[in-house]
C-alpha cells in the first residue's frame, strides 16, 4: 500500500483528490440563511489568491476547470455547480 497526499497523483484527465467541507452556522440555517451564505463566499472570494497559496502545490494540476474542478484562478460559487469552488446544495437553497 502506498500513501500519497498529493492533490492529484496520477496525472491525467480525471477528478483529483480534492478537500470537500461541509458546514453551517446557526444563520445559514434560518430564514434567510442563503443570503448569509452567499455573503460569507463573497467574503471568502476576497482572499481567493491568498487561500489558494496557502493550499500548497501541486493543486494547478488539480483545480484546472475540467473534471467538475473549478479554475484556480477564478473563485466561484453557486447552487448545485459541480465547477464551482463553492457548492452550494440545492437543498440549502
Not at 61 to 73: F, V
Amino acid at each position: 500500500v502506498v500513501a500519497n497526499i498529493e492533490p492529484k497523483p496520477i496525472k491525467g484527465p480525471w477528478n483529483g483528490a480534492g478537500c470537500h467541507i461541509n458546514f453551517s452556522t446557526e444563520d445559514t440555517r434560518k430564514e434567510g440563511g442563503l443570503d448569509v451564505i452567499k455573503a460569507m463566499c463573497e467574503e471568502l472570494g476576497k482572499k481567493h489568491d491568498e487561500h489558494i497559496a496557502a493550499y500548497g502545490e501541486g493543486n494547478a494540476d488539480r483545480l484546472t476547470g475540467e473534471c467538475e474542478t473549478a479554475d484556480i484562478n477564478t473563485f466561484s460559487y453557486g447552487v448545485a455547480d459541480r465547477g464551482c469552488s463553492i457548492r452550494i446544495p440545492r437543498d440549502t437553497a
